[in-house]
């Protein structure tokens, strides 16, 4: 694996010696830059992937650094509420340093933070790929090759049940108050040692910002708190999940969808010599193109809307195709506009796959779940097709080859 130290770039199994260094950014910056000037870059030049592994404090600052110790990795992100980074990581442990338990060098919930770089000229570009939460290790021993192999999650695992969760006492949200209190209640709650779970700012869909708790929330002790995190999200038709810089974000993306508002980050072109052919599949199982959602009755009146597929781009529009409806019953809804956006949700997450791609690529650290992309692969049958990002799954290594998971926007149903 790549790695960097004092100005030098060096591959750290073998200490060899890769590039000099004079100046650090981060990828922001990378991004600001014109689609041309990207792709001369990263497929006229050679490029350099680095890597550094970081371990945390409590609060998310830097401890130290053990990027010498990783041998290799994989990382995977994938769109979904709830949990969207894994990562899994071997590090040397010829000394015998790397020990689980209370006091020791490895233990439950230890915070890890991967940084993911590329070299072009004398510049080294950081993008920072998540915080992540260590779930269990596994010692193995080959002759004198030692090793310790961690299976890591990003700080969902704080509400899930996967390296925390669970709740205490009885929680009781009421309703009428700010929906993003209720988040911040939660988030930021005290972990019996004076110290809040997650003390990175939560950051929430300013669309919702002065939406309330229709409801009073219940939860019995021994429960996940990410129920309570998805259940009201789920009233918002918001996603909730932690994203690369290690924050819970409360985001809706059906405007996005709407809009069709994903600028392109890249395109891919038949004849790349660091691309495979696509793969393209064609999935309707589970699919229904209208969508009907019954809300709570007040007064003797049912709130309730309708989504339907009328894009004449999709297979599976109500115009050319046959109406397969399904109806959701949420007594959680407390408006039409609630049910209305809780329709359209559904009606997005279940377009995604519907005519989705797959593909490997090489290293492209910058891409992530939800952005789009361009294909233009005419043998195919895609001519500068726009898909937005499913998955990306990738080994962290010296050859660092991307798998692809896209959905083509002409699925997109508004």
């Known amino acids: 694996m790549n790695i960097y130290d004092g100005g030098y770039v060096y591959e750290n199994t073998h200490n060899e010696y890769i590039a000099r260094v004079e100046h650090e950014v981060y990828f922001n910056s990378l991004l600001s830059l014109d689609m041309d000037i990207l792709v001369r870059y990263f497929k006229g030049t050679s490029v350099i992937p680095v890597f550094r592994v970081f371990v945390l404090h409590d609060d998310e600052t830097v401890d130290y650094e053990i990027s010498c110790d990783v041998i290799d990795a994989n990382l995977n992100i994938s769109y979904q509420t709830g949990q969207r980074r894994t990562m899994s990581m071997t590090l040397s442990n010829a000394d015998g340093h790397w020990i689980y338990g209370a006091r020791n060098t490895l233990w439950h919930g230890m915070r890890f933070r991967l940084d993911c770089g590329v070299v072009i000229g004398d510049t080294l570009y950081w993008q920072r790929q998540g915080v992540f939460l260590l779930q269990e290790p596994s010692h193995a021993a080959d002759g ?20 925390y969760g669970s709740t205490q006492f009885k929680t009781i949200i009421p309703a009428g108050i700010p929906m993003r209190q209720a988040f911040d ?30 409801y009073t929330i219940k939860q019995d002790a021994g429960q996940n708190k990410s129920e309570n995190l998805q259940s009201m999200a789920a009233t918002i038709s918001c996603d909730v999940y932690y994203d690369a810089k290690g924050c819970c974000n409360v985001a809706s993306n059906i405007s996005e969808f709407m809009n069709n508002n994903f600028p392109v980050v890249w395109r891919f072109t038949e004849g790349d010599a660091d691309c495979s052919s696509p793969t393209l599949r064609y999935n309707r199982s589970r699919y229904y193109n209208k969508i009907i959602t019954k809300g709570n009755i007040v007064n003797g009146y049912q709130f309730s809307a309708v989504a339907e597929n009328r894009n004449r781009r999709s297979l ?3 115009i050319d195709c046959p109406i397969t409806p399904k109806v959701n019953n949420n007594t959680h809804l407390y408006s039409d506009t609630l049910c209305l956006e809780q329709s359209m949700k559904e009606m997005v997450d279940q377009s995604r796959g519907l005519l989705s791609v797959s593909l490997t690529t090489g290293y492209l650290p910058f891409l992530d779940v939800n952005q789009a992309v361009c294909l233009n692969f005419p043998s195919a049958g ?9 998955s990306i ?9 991307m798998s692809l998971s896209l959905t083509s926007n002409t699925e997109v149903i508004f």
């Open 316 to 318: 599976y529009n109500t």
């Open 382 to 390: 895609i001519n500068d097709g726009v898909y937005v990002i499913d």
């Open 144 to 163: 004198s090759r030692r090793t310790v192999s961690l299976t890591l999650c990003d700080k969902w695992g704080l509400w899930d049940g996967s390296v």
């Open 185 to 214: 209640s939660i988030i930021h709650e005290d972990d019996n040692t004076g110290k809040m779970w997650d003390e990175k700012p939560l950051r929430f869909d300013n669309e919702y910002m002065d939406t309330t708790t229709y």
């Open 393 to 401: 799954s990738y080994s962290i290594g010296t050859a660092c080859t």
